[in-house]
């Protein structure tokens, strides 16, 4: 029973240190842009609003679709439109459209608009709106209302956490930003490539996988690198500080029955192993329940 605290001390010292250890992992994973609301590419442009923007935006394309080096390439607008909410009054909501199907998002519910009535929501929005897939919502499109079905709910880090996605055509004269995600094809240099399209396509930003996540977390990860080095530092110190405390303790409470176990022929040697074995069965019991 007297172990018992001990195995405590290391189930919270694991938890301690595996959860901000996790979060830290998750978040520089690459695998974390589809909670950011894009799909895995290799390269990303973004291109932000200016007078000249569209022609810039077609000329990119145009560019892009040229170069030998692309293997798969996918424009996207954002552009704001109004939207009937539940209430009947009129608010805007920024919708990217494009072709949905070429940098897939992993969807929590239903899958990506594959027609131009259909829409898909981050989960922000579609917790506010009370929408799941199936649901319709009315929005104004050209000065008409269009009923679009909820297709799925993704998830989404960035713009607040209110973003949606369509397939239907955009009008140049709401578009908010254009961006441009591509893979390159097998052995292709993409730092080059990055370094050659900034050049070629300047003013507008143009970033890699790794890129796009330290300029957009970079300072949240950097911070959460320090948390994580604290908790980590802090958990061990924990740890052996309360079980070398625990020992010294329980040690010395026994020194009569280590007295007698050396009489009846023990070495010191089999008294430690004794200790130790309870040690180690209490550090892998309390490791696995943290876990």
């Known amino acids: 029973r007297g172990f018992a605290l001990l195995c405590f001390i290391f189930f919270f010292s694991s938890a301690f240190i595996i959860i901000p250890l996790n979060f830290l992992t998750t978040i520089q994973s ?4 589809s909670y950011m609301g894009i ?3 290799h390269i990303r442009i973004d291109l932000k609003q200016s007078d000249d923007i569209y022609q810039r935006f077609t000329e990119m394309t145009a560019s892009i679709e040229q170069d030998m080096d692309v293997e798969l390439y996918s ?6 439109f109004k939207m009937i909410n539940n209430e009947g009054r009129e608010e805007t909501i920024n919708i990217e459209t494009g072709d949905l199907s070429l940098f897939p998002l992993d969807y929590l519910e239903g899958a990506a608009p594959a027609r131009d009535d259909e829409i898909a929501l981050s989960y922000l929005n579609s917790s506010e709106m009370d929408k799941k897939p199936g649901d319709y919502l009315t929005l104004i499109v050209n000065g008409l209302e269009k009923k679009v079905k909820v297709s799925g709910i993704y998830q989404d880090v960035t713009n607040g956490g209110r973003t949606a996605k369509a397939a239907f055509p955009f009008n140049s004269r709401n578009a908010l930003w ?9 052995g292709v240099n993409i730092n080059e490539k990055v370094h050659y399209y900034s050049e070629v396509f300047s003013p507008a930003r143009v970033t890699d996988l790794k890129g796009y996540l330290g300029q957009t977390l970079g300072s949240t990860i950097e911070q959460l690198r320090k948390v994580t080095a604290v908790a980590v530092a802090a958990g061990m110190a924990v740890s052996v500080l309360i079980t070398a405390l ?3 303790m329980l040690i010395s409470g026994d020194l009569r029955q280590i007295a007698i176990m050396k009489s009846l022929g023990f070495t010191l040697n089999d008294i430690r192993r004794q200790y130790l074995t309870k040690t180690l069965l209490t550090l892998a019991a309390g490791i696995v329940t943290g876990t």
Request: proline share 12%; aromatic share 12%.
């Open 30 to 33: 690459p695998d974390f842009v």
């Open 39 to 41: 799909g895995r590419s």
């Open 75 to 80: 424009p996207m607008v954002t552009s704001r």
């Open 178 to 186: 254009y961006t441009v995600s591509l893979n390159l094809k097998p």
């Open 246 to 248: 625990f020992l010294k």
